[in-house]
């Protein structure tokens, strides 16, 4: 080669890799996994229904609508019980895969109890499974999403360790009826919040018992988890051959001041406190709660004249029995927090024992109906890579939620930018940091019941209009958006540039 032209073809060859580099990007990987999901109790409606039994959420939207922003309940919600097959259908016309959706409780056993087993549930998810099957469609059951069966609740509920041998009994009634065709599980929707309805007022069940009953319930979470894994694992997997996860909910805690080492320790702090306190027991090489949860809660415990710490422990026994429990990480994403060292809430409480404070940053852009929902897509780029580092690159990550709450209006703009750019982070977790996700699921298909916001806030990819009795859909723009993403199996480069600016926001 002429040596004058070594330069030139050297120039040409680097712009042909970062351009292909840079494609390669945005192109979704083969095999990669769509979906949109529901949960029982923010869409099916049909709340006395059919033999149905009454749930926590029943009871406390209809003894406290006050703690409900438009004092609305999940009695009628979209209907879905009814009209599950036109969800279907809107899932399949969207050219996605996978439809999550929930299995009701109390609609398979009234009181929670298994020696009463109403048969009119049991045919209701027999044909919502058939119909997913048949739209060629893959289900994904989560086995519990919030709405534990009111009876069980007055026994106390996850407060209980009794608990975990009626969930383990309600879990084989569903494999055994179901497991043939569903594939893939999640026991329980978000533990972290589930317990947040024991530490305070605005989950179900409301007990407001801070510093305490929120522990309790996790602990006897983690234990019911891993208790229907090892019955899977024992009993079904080897005919059924699915997979089970539990979700896990994480906003990203920035430090509020990159510079202040007080603050660098609160994110990793938050990090541990809410994703850690679930995600460590199970996914962690060494098992059990964090060290600095274990520390923190203790200190504070006896510093307060308890004799023993407020955070239960684990025997040795049981954390050899939790570690491992999970075929996947099922990873539910949303914003990002700015955190910092400080004390909030009363005396006990998770607050207290954390340490740590939250504040939103004004300068983000947020959802206007749910002002705790950035749009900051390096955070969940940040999140898969901690969850690489932390628990090892083995584990396959499957998003189970990421979505944007608006007004419900048909042309989402700001939903459809949420989308692209958080799935163009995702694309640099799985290219640029080597991290194994293999799926993404919008949350959420239709508009639905939003727990505390009522129906003030949604995040449906299809519109609902909740004052037709019909509970007619319509898609959005965010739904053309999708069923073009799962097409082209790209997203559009445009959105490269907006979430390269979204990345470069100030104080993430
Ligand atoms: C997590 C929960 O699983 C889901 O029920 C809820 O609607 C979304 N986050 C949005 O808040």
Same mark, same amino acid.
């Given at each position: 080669m002429e040596p004058h032209m070594r330069l030139p073809l050297a120039i040409l060859y680097l712009v042909l890799i970062v351009s292909a580099q840079k494609n390669r990007t945005f192109t979704f990987p083969q095999g990669f996994l769509f979906g949109a999901g529901t949960s029982a109790y923010q869409t099916e409606g049909a709340h006395d229904v059919d033999g149905k039994g009454q749930s926590i959420w029943d009871t406390h939207t209809h003894e406290h609508p006050d703690r409900i922003a438009d004092g609305s309940n999940g009695d009628d919600a979209a209907k879905s019980y009814y009209k599950y097959k036109e969800d279907i259908e809107a899932v399949k016309e969207m050219g996605m895969q996978i439809y999550r959706f929930s299995i009701s409780w109390p609609r398979i056993m009234p009181l929670g109890l298994p020696n009463i087993i109403n048969q009119k549930g049991i045919d209701h998810y027999n044909s919502v499974i058939n119909e997913v099957l048949s739209n060629n469609l893959i289900p994904m059951a989560?086995?519990?999403?919030?709405? /534990?069966p009111q009876h069980l609740q007055d026994l106390g509920g996850f407060a209980n360790d009794d608990i975990i041998i009626y969930y383990e009994a309600y879990a084989k009634v569903i494999f055994e009826n179901f497991g043939d065709r569903v594939k893939w599980w999640c026991t329980i929707n978000e533990p972290y919040y589930q317990a947040f309805g024991y530490e305070g *007022? /605005?989950?179900?069940?409301? /007990?407001?018992? *801070?510093?305490i009953g929120g522990y309790l319930a996790a602990h006897n979470m983690i234990k019911a988890h891993a208790r229907v894994y090892h019955l899977y694992e024992k009993q079904y997997r080897s005919k059924q051959k699915g997979r089970i996860s539990l979700n896990m909910p994480i906003d990203w805690p920035a430090p509020r001041d990159k510079t202040s080492t007080q603050d660098q320790e609160a994110a990793k702090i938050e990090l541990e406190f809410s994703l850690g306190w679930f995600a460590h027991p199970i996914y962690s090489k060494e098992g059990d709660y964090p060290q600095v949860m274990k520390d923190r809660i203790s200190n504070f415990s006896l510093a307060a004249g308890f004799p023993f710490s407020r955070l239960p422990s684990f025997t040795s026994a049981e954390v050899e029995y939790i570690r491992g429990t999970a075929d996947y990480f099922a990873l539910n994403q949303y914003g990002s927090k700015h955190v910092a060292k400080g004390e909030q809430g009363p005396d006990p409480s998770f607050d207290r024992d954390s340490g740590v404070v939250m504040t939103g940053n004004k300068k983000w852009p947020s959802s206007r109906t749910s002002k705790w929902e950035t749009i900051t897509p390096k955070g969940l780029r940040d999140i898969i890579a901690w969850i690489r580092k932390e628990y090892g690159e083995e584990w396959e990550i499957l998003i189970t939620e990421n979505g944007f709450a608006d007004g419900g209006q048909l042309n989402d703009t700001l939903r459809v930018g949420y989308l692209a750019t958080y799935m163009t982070d995702m694309l640099k977790a799985i290219y640029i940091d080597k991290c194994k996700v293999i799926g993404y699921i919008v949350w959420s298909l239709i508009d639905s019941f939003e727990w505390m916001s009522g129906y003030t806030s949604t995040f449906g990819l299809y519109q609902v209009d909740f004052k037709d009795p019909e509970r007619k859909r319509t898609p959005k723009q965010s739904a053309y958006f999708m069923a073009n993403i799962t097409k082209t199996r790209e997203i559009p480069s445009f959105y490269a540039i907006v979430t390269n600016k979204l990345d470069k926001l100030e104080g993430l």
């Amino acid at each position: 080669m002429e040596p004058h032209m070594r330069l030139p073809l050297a120039i040409l060859y680097l712009v042909l890799i970062v351009s292909a580099q840079k494609n390669r990007t945005f192109t979704f990987p083969q095999g990669f996994l769509f979906g949109a999901g529901t949960s029982a109790y923010q869409t099916e409606g049909a709340h006395d229904v059919d033999g149905k039994g009454q749930s926590i959420w029943d009871t406390h939207t209809h003894e406290h609508p006050d703690r409900i922003a438009d004092g609305s309940n999940g009695d009628d919600a979209a209907k879905s019980y009814y009209k599950y097959k036109e969800d279907i259908e809107a899932v399949k016309e969207m050219g996605m895969q996978i439809y999550r959706f929930s299995i009701s409780w109390p609609r398979i056993m009234p009181l929670g109890l298994p020696n009463i087993i109403n048969q009119k549930g049991i045919d209701h998810y027999n044909s919502v499974i058939n119909e997913v099957l048949s739209n060629n469609l893959i289900p994904m059951a989560t086995i519990y999403h919030w709405d /534990l069966p009111q009876h069980l609740q007055d026994l106390g509920g996850f407060a209980n360790d009794d608990i975990i041998i009626y969930y383990e009994a309600y879990a084989k009634v569903i494999f055994e009826n179901f497991g043939d065709r569903v594939k893939w599980w999640c026991t329980i929707n978000e533990p972290y919040y589930q317990a947040f309805g024991y530490e305070g *007022t /605005l989950f179900a069940p409301g /007990l407001n018992s *801070t510093g305490i009953g929120g522990y309790l319930a996790a602990h006897n979470m983690i234990k019911a988890h891993a208790r229907v894994y090892h019955l899977y694992e024992k009993q079904y997997r080897s005919k059924q051959k699915g997979r089970i996860s539990l979700n896990m909910p994480i906003d990203w805690p920035a430090p509020r001041d990159k510079t202040s080492t007080q603050d660098q320790e609160a994110a990793k702090i938050e990090l541990e406190f809410s994703l850690g306190w679930f995600a460590h027991p199970i996914y962690s090489k060494e098992g059990d709660y964090p060290q600095v949860m274990k520390d923190r809660i203790s200190n504070f415990s006896l510093a307060a004249g308890f004799p023993f710490s407020r955070l239960p422990s684990f025997t040795s026994a049981e954390v050899e029995y939790i570690r491992g429990t999970a075929d996947y990480f099922a990873l539910n994403q949303y914003g990002s927090k700015h955190v910092a060292k400080g004390e909030q809430g009363p005396d006990p409480s998770f607050d207290r024992d954390s340490g740590v404070v939250m504040t939103g940053n004004k300068k983000w852009p947020s959802s206007r109906t749910s002002k705790w929902e950035t749009i900051t897509p390096k955070g969940l780029r940040d999140i898969i890579a901690w969850i690489r580092k932390e628990y090892g690159e083995e584990w396959e990550i499957l998003i189970t939620e990421n979505g944007f709450a608006d007004g419900g209006q048909l042309n989402d703009t700001l939903r459809v930018g949420y989308l692209a750019t958080y799935m163009t982070d995702m694309l640099k977790a799985i290219y640029i940091d080597k991290c194994k996700v293999i799926g993404y699921i919008v949350w959420s298909l239709i508009d639905s019941f939003e727990w505390m916001s009522g129906y003030t806030s949604t995040f449906g990819l299809y519109q609902v209009d909740f004052k037709d009795p019909e509970r007619k859909r319509t898609p959005k723009q965010s739904a053309y958006f999708m069923a073009n993403i799962t097409k082209t199996r790209e997203i559009p480069s445009f959105y490269a540039i907006v979430t390269n600016k979204l990345d470069k926001l100030e104080g993430l």
